[in-house]
Each structure stands twice: as structure tokens, then as C-alpha cells.
């Protein structure tokens, strides 16, 4: 797979995996939020079958207090009224002898009806039974749940319709009176609980739960989230869209990642430490005998991504002060590469670009006593950039001792930077490199040009030796002879090449 398919499918499955993290989180915010909604749903008939026991229980217990033996007017009386002030009783019985002798719809019974149902729930000295299909004796073509409660001598019928309440909003609900062996259904939705406990139901769309005040009655409610969706289809149609914006974006994201990643910086620091950078050899001729009596080294790069030129990573090798590492890593391979270049005459001038920073920093010293270099049998010369301001108070000390010690000492590119004369006498120079801007300048007989015959002046002045670089015609190499340029550097003698070709070049060099 190439590196770009590579980088897409990362940006893309970056992209995929937010998005689904966003489904993910969305859907459990909307869940909860259907969760909720249930959970108002369920404590709002909770609530309600409280509410009817806790009316059961107060009304039959205030008629037991009054220890009525026999059911006459003033039991009646007193029945009838308690059914006045309830809100969910629709009759009230009394028992004499485990028989029901009157109740407050139908008065004194012509015929005790008997009481010992078997279907009774017992708790708490209260029994409970539930009739799923039971007539009032009053209207008996009136068949209707009903739930009998019977508190010693009284009962109450408590039909479950009356606790139906609008307020909730699922559609589906089940109040239900549980004990360890029987779920019994009062109202709502007949067999909801059964189907929530036995069947798949996805998260957030069920609860169940039981009273604490009156134990054994619980409520399950059960909304189920297509319903959900389709009421909220347009919310989730923008949430889901939210969604997939998030997902792009940080597809998005991944690959300017990527792309930053391989952003020249990186590439750079990357190649310091992974060899990336390799070293070319440009040949320096003497312009009279046209011989090569030396070369410069200059630095290339190239990794994975492509090749990248000086004037893209030297600034940046600077700019985060790595300049003494990359110079490091250049003799050490030099000196390697040319350890095996026989080719090359003893006192070959090999020229290396120095950063005027290093020499600011004193790091140069270190260059002396670098193993090889300096006992090698080729002539090492300094070019030091007049690009970077050379404080020469500082610099006359650490270039003095690189002088002293047997280097030469180059101004590189003169005319582009901060020499002036005053530096140029009070640094330990030996040879000032004329930048290639002024050899261009030739041809059209430019300004630059024109200060050709001034710069070699100052240079005899001086004492340096001079190379100009950039020499790509015979007419430029004509001017400059005339103008007494000893040395030359440029395209019309050779590119710089790597050691390989270089020796090669060399060689046809030594035979010609
Ligand atoms: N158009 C044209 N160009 C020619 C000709 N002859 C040589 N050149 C180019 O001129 C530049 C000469 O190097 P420089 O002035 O030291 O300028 C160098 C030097 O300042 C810096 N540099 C390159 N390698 C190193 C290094 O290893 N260390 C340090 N400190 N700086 C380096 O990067 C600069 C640019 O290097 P390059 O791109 O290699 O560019 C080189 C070389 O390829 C020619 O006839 N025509």
C-alpha cells in the first residue's frame, strides 16, 4: 500500500471512529434522557397506588376502631361515609363470622355471602385478593378488575381502572402486585412485566420498580426507543449529522497531523539522528593551470519523503540550534569517505562550511582536537558564512586558535553579509570566497560585477588568497582571471558530486 493510500485509510478510520464514538455518546445522552421520562413515568404510578393503599388503609382502620360487632344503621352510617371521602374505594364491606354480612352499595346482605376465598394474599394481617374478573353485587352484568382488600372486619374494593392516570407518557405500563410465587396484574398493560424480564429489551427502554411504602406493589414501564427516535426524528437527524461533521473533521485533523508530521522540521531533526544527510564534493580548480587542487563539501538530504535542499534545512538546523551536531556528523563522515580516497593528492583542500555561531560559541575548538582531522594528510579549510554576525571580539580569540592550529580560515559568500573592512583585519582570515551573486552579475555587467576589481583590492591588501564560486561560463572565468582570481569553484568545472562520482572524477582528472 503506497503512503498516501496509507495516510487516507488513517484519516478515514480516525474519522469512522470519532464518528461512532459520537453515535455512541449521543445515544447514551438520549437514553438517559428516555430513562428519565421512564422513571417519571414509574414514580408517578407509584405515587398513585400509594396513594390508594395509604386511603385504603387509613378508611378501614378508623372503621375498625370503632368495634361495630354487627352490621346495623350505624355501621352503615359510618361505611357509607368513609366511601364519600375516598377517591379510589368503590365499596366497602362488613363481616361478621367470616361472613359478608352488609356493604355499603347493596346495605344489609338478604344471603351472608362466605369469605374464605382461597386466592387470598396474606400480609400483615391484611388480605389481599385480586379478582381479575369481578361483578359488583349491586350491577352484576358489571364485570371488572378489582383488587379486595380485607383489614379484619371490613373490606374495600379498589378497582385498578380508577389509578389509570394520563399524565403518563409511555404508552406502555403495568402496575402489579408481586409476592414470591405470583405476579398479579392490576392495571395497565396485562404481561408487560413478564415480557421486559423475559425478553431482549435494549438499555434505557424498561424499569420496574416496587413501592417502599406499600411493598409488593410495583410498576413496569416499558417505552420503547423507535418510538423515541421517530418522535425525536428530526433531533437526531442533526445530532447525527453533528456526528459525521466531527467525524470529518477529525479525519481532517489526522491528516494535517500526518502532513505536519512530515513538515520540514521534523524531517530534519529525524534525518540528524537516522542519517539522512549525506555529503557532496565540489571541485575547486586553480584558474591559471586549471588543476583541482581542492573541493568543498556540501550537504544534502534525503529521506522517505524526497530531497530537501541547504537553503530549506540549514536555516532550520540553525534556527533550533542544532548547527555543532549536523557539523559533528559531517567530518566524522568525511573523514571516513575520504580516509579512502586515494585518488586525492596529500595537501588536498578540502573546504568545510562552519557555522559563525559555533564559532561565537567556541564550539570550533573542539574541531582541533577531533581525531584525524587535522593530522590527515589534506589540507582543511574553514568557510565560515559572513551571512550570521560575527561578533569579532569574541570570535578573534576562538578563530585565532583554529588558525594556529593549521586550519585555513575562509569568508564565505563575501558581499552578502556583515564584513566590513575593520573585521576582515581583525579576524585571522587567509581567504575571503567571493559569493556567486557577483560571478552572475558578469554577464549582465552588473552592479555586483562591478565591484569585483574593488573586492580583489582589499583582498591583496589583505594577504588572502581568493576563490570566486558559481563560475558556469568561459566569459566569467575570463573576467575573473583578469581581475586576478586565483581559485574557482562553479558548473562549468563540475557539481558537486557524491565521494564516489568525486573519486571517480578525480581519477579521470589525474589521468588526462
Ligand atoms: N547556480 C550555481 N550554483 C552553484 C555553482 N557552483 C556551486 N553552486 C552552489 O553554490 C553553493 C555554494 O555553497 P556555499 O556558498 O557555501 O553555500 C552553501 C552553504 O552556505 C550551505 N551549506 C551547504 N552544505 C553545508 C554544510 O555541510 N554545512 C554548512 N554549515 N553549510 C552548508 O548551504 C549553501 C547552499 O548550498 P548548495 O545549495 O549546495 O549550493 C552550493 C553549490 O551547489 C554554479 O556554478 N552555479
Not at 196 to 222: R, W
Not at 280 to 309: H, M, N, S, W
Not at 453 to 461: F, G, Q, R
Request: with cysteine; net charge neutral.
Amino acid at each position: 500500500m503506497k503512503k498516501y493510500q496509507q495516510k487516507s485509510l488513517f484519516a478515514g478510520l480516525v474519522g469512522f471512529l470519532v464518528c461512532i464514538f459520537g453515535v455512541v455518546i449521543m445515544a447514551i445522552l438520549a437514553g438517559q434522557r428516555l430513562n428519565y421520562q421512564i422513571q417519571a413515568d414509574a414514580a408517578l404510578l407509584i405515587n398513585h397506588v400509594e396513594a390508594v393503599d395509604t386511603e385504603r388503609e387509613k378508611l378501614l382502620s378508623a372503621l375498625n376502631a370503632l368495634n361495630y360487632t354487627q352490621c346495623d344503621d350505624t355501621t352503615l352510617l359510618a361505611m357509607r361515609r368513609a366511601l364519600f371521602d375516598a377517591t379510589y374505594l368503590i365499596d366497602i364491606g362488613f363481616f361478621k363470622n367470616d361472613k359478608l354480612v352488609c356493604t355499603a352499595g347493596n346495605g344489609l346482605l338478604a344471603t351472608p355471602l362466605n369469605d374464605k376465598a382461597p386466592d387470598y394474599i396474606e400480609r400483615d394481617g391484611v388480605r389481599v385478593r385480586f379478582a381479575p374478573a369481578f361483578s359488583l353485587i349491586l350491577f352484576p352484568e358489571r364485570i371488572m378488575q378489582a383488587i379486595i382488600v380485607r383489614q379484619h372486619n371490613y373490606n374495600a374494593i379498589i378497582q385498578p381502572a380508577k389509578i389509570d392516570l394520563h399524565s403518563v407518557r409511555a404508552k406502555n405500563w403495568q402496575v402489579f402486585f408481586k409476592t414470591k410465587q405470583t405476579i398479579n396484574h392490576l392495571t395497565g398493560v396485562e404481561g408487560l412485566y413478564e415480557k421486559i424480564s423475559s425478553s431482549m429489551v435494549l438499555p434505557y427502554e424498561s424499569l420496574v420498580v416496587c413501592s417502599q411504602v406499600t411493598p409488593n406493589y410495583c410498576v413496569a414501564v416499558f417505552s420503547p426507543w423507535r418510538e423515541y427516535i421517530s418522535q425525536k426524528s428530526m433531533l437526531f437527524l442533526i445530532c447525527l449529522a453533528l456526528c459525521v461533521l466531527a467525524g470529518l473533521s477529525a479525519g481532517l485533523l489526522a491528516s494535517y497531523y500526518m502532513a505536519t508530521k512530515r513538515s520540514t522540521w521534523r524531517r530534519v531533526r529525524r534525518g540528524l539522528y537516522h542519517q539522512s544527510f549525506y555529503w557532496t564534493y565540489q571541485p575547486i580548480i586553480d584558474l591559471q593551470t586549471q588543476q583541482v587542487i581542492g573541493c568543498e563539501v556540501l550537504a544534502r538530504f534525503k529521506d522517505k519523503f524526497g530531497e530537501l535542499a541547504p537553503d530549506e534545512f540549514i536555516p532550520l538546523i540553525r534556527k533550533h540550534q542544532q548547527t555543532w551536531v549536523f557539523t559533528q556528523a559531517m567530518v566524522t563522515t568525511i573523514l571516513n569517505e575520504l580516509s579512502e580516497a586515494s585518488q586525492l593528492p596529500d595537501g588536498f583542500k578540502v573546504s568545510l562550511n562552519i557555522f559563525p555561531y559555533d564559532v561565537q560559541q567556541g564550539k570550533l575548538s573542539e574541531l582541533i582536537q577531533m581525531p584525524g582531522l587535522l593530522a590527515s594528510r589534506f589540507s582543511i579549510c574553514l568557510e565560515i558564512t559572513e551571512d550570521e554576525y560575527l561578533d569579532s571580539n569574541i570570535a578573534h580569540g576562538h578563530l585565532q586558535s583554529l588558525a594556529d592550529a593549521g586550519f585555513t580560515l575562509s569568508i564565505d559568500d563575501f558581499g552578502t553579509g556583515y564584513s566590513n573592512l575593520a573585521n576582515l583585519q581583525n579576524l585571522s582570515f587567509h581567504q575571503l570566497k567571493i559569493d556567486r551573486t557577483f560571478v552572475q552579475d558578469i554577464a549582465t555587467a552588473g552592479l555586483k560585477a562591478s565591484m569585483i576589481p574593488y573586492i580583489m583590492e582589499l583582498v591583496s591588501k589583505l594577504g588572502y588568497t581568493c576563490v570566486a564560486e558559481g563560475i558556469e561560463t568561459q566569459e566569467q572565468e575570463a573576467i575573473l582571471k583578469i581581475a586576478g582570481v586565483q581559485f574557482g569553484q562553479g558548473w562549468k568545472y563540475g557539481k558537486p558530486m557524491p565521494i564516489k562520482q568525486f573519486k571517480q572524477f578525480m581519477s579521470s582528472k589525474e589521468k588526462s
